[in-house]
């Protein structure tokens, strides 16, 4: 159960910082189709210079300090890639579907292309050692075991920047004037400006947070999976869109779809681990429980949306561009 | 002749108005531009090759080391299934609706292909027939799945064909790996699919002697005939106007009568059963020197499903513009590889494309815009003629200079 819990743990805080990435970016008015671009980017920064780094040694006792550089470098990288798509969807009012699907596609290349232009053997792959980041701790190890396993021993400080970040985007949305005024300009951006907001400065203040977070999300993404970086997420970036959509756009129901989506899809590569499904394996020999549990968080998900789905919470300006006239 | 001439100019101003119009030279000042960022790209990271590098690039289909006009069947043969999925994606954004599972339709298309196309032997004349319209109906129904769930459920289109694409991939390698099938149609030392029996290949027809073993099938002539088809059904066609009526305003196309939920459906099934088509030709094609194409079994989403996004981008949604932007990024990308030839990562074509579909977005804007910049300095010079009449009988046109 402990290791089924910490492994989807992996799944669920990318997918958590991602989807409030896109929430601030579509509560401001720009439908953020870029998500898994920005998150390529971030990824790229991030393992890049660990790789680098690793390899010289810099802060070798230190390595959460140099986590938390590369976490920041993969926002500042995301958070550069972001304006590509608020100048092109904030500023030239441009179709902001064409603009995000661009920067997918801009991230995947330039991932690639930069990882083979400056790596030796012009590789792919950049490596890195996860290892060192894990926590290991033995904190609360003779009593709790499996609290130790899940949140000392096999965490990453990643998992805590989730929360962190979790909470602060729920207070920045809910109570403070940043908040409402970011919701009003993707809600109803005539009546904002009509206020004496300036709509523009918030949508591109929604995007480059956006991109910051997405850029973040990425590396948290990569980090704990594989052992090297391959220019990809895997659809995650859609994933976490498809996770927003789910959650209405409000912090704690994305939390909690992104809850529900990692747990389904931690168990389609942890299934065997538990017994009783070993179980009921070995009696249906001819069922395909691999498929079946592969299929599970999609089908899930499917289901919950159907059933909650019949009043969407969307910002309403949201992809529609703003134009102010200065009446 | 004043009235030859008369007749010219308002033709002109016709086609010059006309949002295609727009649309085209906005896409060739994209591509302009796409290109310029390239070799730029390429003088500054290998100043000495870059000459070589950006011959090549330009080059395209002229590659091939067998000679241009293989080159150009070559191009044609890899363009024909991201037609497919850009008509499918185009399709679905003329009606409102964004298909973003294009790649979940085509592998499903894919996959019921393969089986009639490996199991159907019985069917003898007919398997190749039966095969594509398998595809198609696979294809059909898995778009039309996002569209239920959006016309019954409210569930967003974009959310629902993304778990559907993965739904149909983790399925469709379910099923080969399944005890059932895969004696049947995996080759198990490759984990590939096995070749489709040679009578539901699809036939050469004369590309074989136009264009000898460059794998070019008649599937391009039906790509075309479908474009085509798809643009007389949205533009001339109730059927089309109906559906094109509901992606620009649902509750007014209620209103005026259209069945709003039954179009939705529609419109993302023709979608779906476009890809599926594609997947289908692509499975059944013959391929390069007769060796058939197979399917790899792998969890990832095929990619030809979301190359259809830019293309249909790039040709502003329209069903003829697809073929021409598919034809263009298909030249550009067999430039690649020829590329890495002279010390130039064959990325460098990909960061082009993407930068080319980045200012599309700009250039129709800006072309769209120009029509009113005009109409500004009408404005303008009508405003100084009032102040200084003296300047009436003075050619309106000296003052351009």
């Not at chain 1, 538990?274 to 599970?296: A, C, H, K």
């Not at chain 2, 559907?164 to 895969?182: E, Q």
Request: charge should be positive.
């Amino acid at each position: 159960m402990a290791f089924f819990i910490s492994q989807s743990l992996y799944f669920i805080i990318p997918l958590l910082i991602v989807a409030l990435a896109g929430m601030f970016s579509e509560k401001s008015g720009t439908v953020n189709i870029a998500l898994e671009g920005l998150m390529v980017m971030g990824a790229f920064c991030g393992t890049f210079f660990i790789n680098k780094m690793q390899a010289v040694g810099f802060l070798e006792n230190a390595p959460q300090f140099l986590l938390i550089i590369a976490l920041l470098l993969a926002g500042i990288g995301g958070a550069l890639f972001s304006s590509l798509l608020g100048f092109l969807a904030i500023n030239m009012r441009a179709n902001q579907v064409i603009g995000g699907t661009a920067i997918n596609l801009l991230a995947g290349a330039l991932a690639v292309f930069l990882a083979r232009q400056f790596q030796e053997n012009h590789a792919v792959q950049i490596s890195y050692n996860k290892e060192a980041f894990r926590f290991k701790s033995d904190f609360l190890a003779d009593v709790f075991p499996n609290l130790n396993y899940i949140f000392f021993n096999q965490a990453y400080l990643t998992l805590y920047i989730g929360i962190i970040i979790l909470i602060i985007s729920t207070i920045v949305i809910y109570k403070t004037r940043f908040g409402s005024r970011l919701s009003a300009c993707g809600e109803h951006p005539e009546a904002a400006q009509s206020v004496g907001i300036n709509v523009y400065r918030y949508r591109w203040i929604g995007v480059l947070f956006s991109g910051f977070l997405g850029g973040i999300g990425g590396l948290v993404y990569a980090l704990p999976i594989s052992v090297s970086f391959e220019g990809t997420v895997g659809g995650y970036g859609f994933l976490a869109l498809a996770v927003l959509i789910f959650g209405q756009w409000k912090p704690l129901r994305v939390f909690l779809a992104a809850i529900f989506f990692g747990l389904f899809k931690a168990l389609s590569v942890t299934f065997f681990a538990f017994d009783w499904i070993n179980n009921i394996i070995e009696l249906l020999p001819n069922v395909p429980f691999g498929t079946i549990f592969r299929i599970l968080p999609y089908i899930a998900t499917m289901v919950v949306l159907a059933i909650s789905s019949k009043s969407s919470k969307a910002p309403k300006a949201s992809g529609i561009p703003f134009d102010f006239k200065g009446r | 002749m004043s009235n030859f001439n008369s007749k010219i100019k308002a033709y002109w101003k016709k086609i010059h108005k006309s949002d295609g119009f727009s649309a085209l030279t906005g896409a060739l000042l994209a591509i302009a531009i796409g290109l310029l960022v390239g070799m730029v790209l390429m003088i500054i990271i290998n100043p000495e090759n870059s000459m070589q590098g950006i011959g090549r690039l330009l080059k395209g289909m002229f590659n091939n080391p067998r000679g241009g006009w293989i080159g150009l069947g070559q191009m044609l043969y890899r363009a024909t299934p991201i037609i497919f999925t850009g008509l499918a994606v185009a399709f679905a954004f003329k009606t409102g609706l964004f298909n973003i599972g294009a790649t979940g339709q085509y592998t499903v298309g894919i996959f019921a292909a393969l089986l009639v196309g490996v199991l159907g032997d019985k069917l003898g004349a007919f398997q190749w027939i039966v095969a594509v319209l398998a595809g198609m109906g696979a294809g059909f129904i898995w778009g039309a799945i996002p569209g239920i769930f959006k016309a019954r459920y409210n569930v967003h289109e974009v959310i629902t064909s993304i778990m559907f694409n993965y739904i149909g991939m983790y399925l469709v390698n379910g099923l080969l790996n399944s005890n059932s099938l895969k004696t049947l149609v995996v080759d198990g030392s490759t984990n590939r699919t096995v070749k489709i029996d040679q009578t539901a290949r699809t036939s050469y027809g004369f590309f074989n002697d136009l264009f000898p073993n460059s794998g070019l099938d008649i599937s391009i002539l039906i790509a075309i005939g479908t474009a085509i088809l798809m643009y007389f059904i949205l533009n001339k066609t109730v059927f089309g106007r109906e559906l094109k009526s509901v992606g620009l305003n649902r509750d007014a196309a209620k209103y005026a009568g259209v069945n709003e939920k039954r179009s939705i459906v529609l419109s993302m099934a023709i979608s779906g059963m476009l890809a599926g088509l594609g997947g289908a030709l692509f499975i059944l094609a013959p391929s390069v020197y007769n060796l058939g194409t197979v399917y790899p079994i792998e969890n990832v989403l095929l990619n030809p499903g979301f190359d259809g996004i830019p293309v249909a981008l790039l040709a502003s949604s329209n069903p003829i513009g697809v073929i021409f932007s598919t034809t263009f990024v298909s030249y550009i990308k067999l430039a690649g590889n020829s590329m890495q030839g002279v010390g130039f990562v064959a990325e460098i074509v990909e960061i082009i494309i993407a930068v080319i579909i980045y200012f599309s977005a700009f250039s129709l804007i800006m072309t769209q815009n120009i029509g009113n910049i005009k109409v500004f300095i009408k404005k303008f010079k009508k405003k100084k003629q009032k102040e200084k009449p003296e300047f009436k009988g003075i050619d309106p046109k000296a003052g351009e200079k």
